[in-house]
């Protein structure tokens, strides 16, 4: 299938960090659809329980210092799984070094099988091999995409988990938008850096 004419979320979750005796789990989750090469504007977000005595790690970066009350209140990947559902299954996936989000989207749901899975830091890469970094920040700066990023998600910041989702999704979009990327499929996006001549 060609990328342009799938239907995809690219999503991203903000986390506690690893602890000692506390396994890393988020707190945070943003997605973001794509329709035809594009950012469709449609997306969803929530704030995730975490119990109000679990430690994160002081490296975490994000708000969640100020949401403890909010997060201890919040829904479980769980409870919120029929709605995750129309999001996730069914669908090609993406975000920005997916290793984060594969892992809460399996965890969530053990018995689905997910993806296939874009990388977008992967694809910034092959896209812009010059950069320093490609840390989503550096990417989208780099690419001319903070002013879109925020008016599409305004009053947000870095480590927000919608917003670091629409950067995501806006770097997709720019790579989809690329002259001889017309026709690229889901299959070469997701093989990886060494499907580089697959694009």
């Not at 005796?21 to 945070?28: S, V």
């Not at 790690?57 to 709605?83: C, D, I, K, M, S």
């Not at 018995?111 to 910034?124: I, M, R, Y």
Request: net charge neutral; charged share 20%; aromatic share 8%.
């Amino acid at each position: 299938m060609k990328a342009r004419d799938a239907i995809l979320t690219v999503l991203d979750f903000e986390s506690t960090g690893a602890v000692s005796g506390h396994a890393d789990e988020p707190w945070q989750v943003g997605m973001v659809e794509m329709q035809g090469g594009r950012v469709t504007g449609r997306h969803y977000e929530s704030f995730l329980r975490v119990a109000a005595s679990r430690p994160f790690n002081p490296y975490a970066p994000g708000r969640h210092a100020v949401l403890r009350p909010v997060l201890a209140a919040a829904p479980t990947p769980g409870e919120l799984w029929p709605r995750w559902q129309l999001w996730l299954v069914g669908r090609p996936l993406a975000a920005h070094n997916v290793g984060t989000e594969k892992k809460f989207v399996q965890r969530a749901a053990p018995l689905h099988e997910f993806g296939p899975w874009l990388d977008t830091l992967q694809l910034a890469r092959r896209v812009r091999p010059d950069l320093a970094g490609h840390a989503l920040g550096e990417v989208c700066h780099a690419l001319g995409l903070v002013a879109r990023l925020q008016q599409v998600c305004p009053g947000r910041d870095w480590h927000d988990a919608l917003y670091d989702a629409f950067a995501s999704a806006l770097i997709l979009e720019y790579c989809l938008a690329l002259p001889g990327w017309e026709a690229v499929s889901i299959a070469a996006l997701a093989a990886g850096p060494d499907a580089k001549s697959s694009c």
